[in-house]
């Protein structure tokens, strides 16, 4: 028996009770008696490789259902049963590539397995490519993640506090650790090697105000990073996360009963919140909740809790740190408090993680307080 589940849909038990006689001792079978039903299941099953429905049925027929079902399901594949009368129907969809397959009612056993087993060894297939292709490629962004992290100091700490963030943030709204989501993270704010200087420095200076050249150089922040993105062959997921994130009035589509659907729009919408969140959250005097609010009129007001939820698990209370004098620092230690210099200038922020480039450049720098609050 395969240990692959398989989903029938059709508005007949009758015709559901049968196919699944006559499938079980093959595989694992899930049945739905509408379209409608079938896309609450996919919703939290993504990963059915077979799905088998009828043509005609109420409300919504085996086409619209297919529709529906391959923006949950797109890697799945689609058999068809039907009836004479709408194979030239059918016959164009499959043409079209919407459908693997069609039967005519009643299918043949043999020829319905067959359909099913090739069906599952192209998913299979499909996935182990992915899978290498996603492995390969995380890879080689995470070096590329970790070359901009370490490259300038500042831009290494802002990376680091937006992925803590992000992860959290995701973990809060229980979404899946998708490739495409945490590489959207390391990545997002790579565009900053592309701005100009001033740009640069009013987006991660702590001591520059938050004011409107920071707002101009946001703006402008995931335009640059999704078109340095756009020249890495397969992440077509990544930058287009990063575009929408660039485009971002801060619209979450679809939120019940306060759960939100971590689609493809609402995480590049949601990366854009984080990563202003995480940049003004650093400057002295600036009050980071009210520069979202500027930037994303469109977002819902229970974002922000969830926002301030996630910075509080980020960074640590004084209480769980402990003084250390710069020669004892070590990279990925998290400051539990601002950073000040003897002229009273803020060069770091609370929650801001060290990194060797940054440690580095703090040992050249005389004008630091004597030790630093930080937590492992």
């Known amino acids: ?58 409300k919504m027929d085996g086409l619209q259902f297919i529709e529906k079902a391959r923006e949950v399901a797109p890697q799945a594949y689609y058999i068809m049963l039907t009836g004479n009368q709408d194979i030239k129907t059918i016959s164009e969809a499959v043409n079209k590539g919407r459908i693997f397959r069609f039967l005519v009612k009643p299918a043949e056993y043999d020829q319905l397995v067959e359909a099913i087993h090739e069906a599952i060894n192209k998913y299979s297939y499909a996935e182990a490519e992915n899978e290498f292709v996603q492995s390969t490629v995380t890879s080689s962004l995470a070096l590329l993640g970790d070359v901009l992290k370490n490259g300038d100091a500042q831009v290494s700490v802002v990376v680091a506090r937006l992925v803590r963030l992000w992860d959290v943030l995701r973990q809060q709204l229980k979404g899946e650790k998708r490739w495409e989501s945490v590489l959207a993270g390391r990545l997002a704010y790579i565009g900053l090697t592309t701005l100009q200087q001033a740009y640069k420095n009013s987006l991660l200076e702590p001591s520059i105000p938050w004011d409107s050249r920071a707002f101009q150089a946001f ?130 922020a609370r929650g801001d993680t060290l990194t060797t480039k940054l440690l580095e450049i703090m040992k050249d720098m005389p004008e630091l307080p004597d030790t630093f609050l930080v937590s492992m």
């Open 1 to 58: 028996m395969s240990d692959h589940t398989i989903l029938i849909v059709d508005d007949e038990q009758s015709v559901l009770d049968s196919l699944e006689r006559l499938l079980e001792l093959d595989f694992l079978v899930l049945k739905c008696l509408s379209g409608e039903e079938a896309l609450v299941a996919l919703s939290k099953n993504k990963h059915i490789p077979v799905i088998i429905t009828d043509m005609r049925m109420p």
């Open 219 to 348: 703006k402008q922040l995931f335009a640059a990073s999704s078109q340095v993105v756009s020249h890495i062959p397969r992440i077509d997921a990544v930058k287009k996360l990063l575009e929408i994130a660039a485009n971002s009035k801060g619209k979450i589509d679809n939120i019940t009963d306060g759960e939100i659907p971590l689609d493809q729009n609402n995480l590049g919408n949601l990366l854009a919140i984080a990563a202003c969140y995480t940049l003004a959250s650093r400057k002295a005097d600036c009050n980071a909740i009210e520069v979202v609010k500027e930037l994303f009129p469109d977002m819902p007001t229970h974002i922000i809790s969830t926002l301030e939820k996630a910075r509080g698990i980020c960074i640590p209370t004084t209480q769980d740190s402990e003084p250390y004098p710069l020669n004892q620092l070590i990279a990925d230690m998290v400051l539990a408090e601002d950073v000040i210099t003897r002229t009273g200038r803020q060069v770091l």
